[in-house]
C-alpha cells in the first residue's frame, strides 16, 4: 500500500522529495505523475520513478504502482486528482511497502494543507472594431459659363451701300438668316475614394497584482495523561500476633 500526495509546481516538488529522502524512504519508492512530462524536475533525483497518465483510468493507474487492487478511492479523491492533473499538478506516490516499524514504536502520520495557486486564461469580453459606411451632404457653388445672345440694332453711318448679289444662290445668308451656336456648361458630379486615415489595433498585456488568501488545516498532536479511578492500591500491613 502507499500514499498520494498533490504536488502544485516544482518547487514543491523539490521539497516532498527532500522530505522524504531525508527520512529514510528509498528514490525507488517514490513515483510521480503527470500528464505533461518532467523536463529537469527530477535531475537531483534520478532513482525516483516517472509515470505519464495515458488511457487508463486513474485508479487503474495506481493499481498498477500499488501492484495490488487493494487501492480505493472515493470519487471525490478521483475527481480531485483527475482535475489536478489536466490543470498541470503532479501526483507523488508513496510506496510504503515493505517499510518495517520497530515493535515498540507506533507512527502517527501528521498532514498539513497547502494553498495551490494555478492561472488560467478567462475570456471577460471582446473587442470588436467594425468599419461601416456614413454619408454626408457636401453643397458647394461652382461657376459655370453658358451664351448669352444680344441682338442690336444700330444705324449704318455714311452713304448706304449697295451691293451685288448673284441670284443663283440660295444660301442662308441669301436668305437673310444667320445661325450662332448657343453653348453653356453642364456639371458632371465624379466620387473618388481616398484613403484619408487608418486604424491601428494593438492588444497589450498588462500586469497587475491580485491578493488571494484562504485557511489551511495542518495535523498536531496533543499529549495527555489519563488516571484509572478504578484502580485502588492496597497495601498489606504484617500484623503481629501475640500468642
Not at 95 to 115: A, V, Y
Not at 128 to 157: A, G, Q
Request: charged letters at 35%.
Amino acid at each position: 500500500m502507499g500514499q498520494i500526495e498533490l504536488i502544485a509546481n516544482e518547487e514543491h516538488l523539490h521539497e516532498r522529495l527532500k522530505h522524504y529522502t531525508r527520512t529514510g524512504t528509498s528514490e525507488h519508492k517514490l513515483t510521480v505523475v503527470s500528464t505533461r512530462g518532467y523536463g529537469d524536475f527530477l535531475t537531483d533525483y534520478p532513482d525516483v520513478n516517472e509515470r505519464m497518465t495515458g488511457a487508463e483510468s486513474i485508479e487503474e493507474l495506481l493499481a498498477q504502482l500499488d501492484g495490488s487492487q487493494r487501492l480505493t478511492m472515493t470519487n471525490a479523491e478521483r475527481d480531485n486528482y483527475t482535475n489536478a492533473l489536466n490543470n498541470g499538478e503532479l501526483l507523488l506516490y508513496i510506496d510504503e511497502s515493505g517499510l518495517e516499524t520497530p515493535q515498540d514504536e507506533e507512527t502517527m502520520e501528521l498532514r498539513e494543507e497547502r494553498l495551490a495557486v494555478s492561472k488560467e486564461k478567462v475570456q471577460t469580453g471582446e473587442v470588436v472594431v467594425e468599419k461601416y459606411t456614413d454619408s454626408k451632404v457636401e453643397e458647394f457653388d461652382v461657376p459655370v459659363n453658358m451664351d448669352n445672345v444680344t441682338v442690336e440694332r444700330r444705324p449704318v453711318e455714311g452713304e448706304p451701300l449697295f451691293e451685288t448679289y448673284n441670284n443663283t444662290e440660295d444660301g442662308d445668308d441669301d436668305l437673310g438668316i444667320i445661325r450662332i451656336p448657343v453653348t453653356k456648361e453642364r456639371i458632371r458630379v465624379i466620387k473618388e475614394h481616398v484613403v484619408t486615415e487608418e486604424i491601428v489595433i494593438t492588444k497589450e498585456i498588462v500586469e497587475k497584482m491580485e491578493h488571494v488568501s484562504g485557511t489551511v488545516k495542518h495535523d498536531d498532536i496533543r499529549v495527555s495523561e489519563v488516571k484509572n479511578e478504578d484502580a485502588k492500591v492496597r497495601e498489606v500491613k504484617n500484623i503481629d500476633i501475640d500468642k
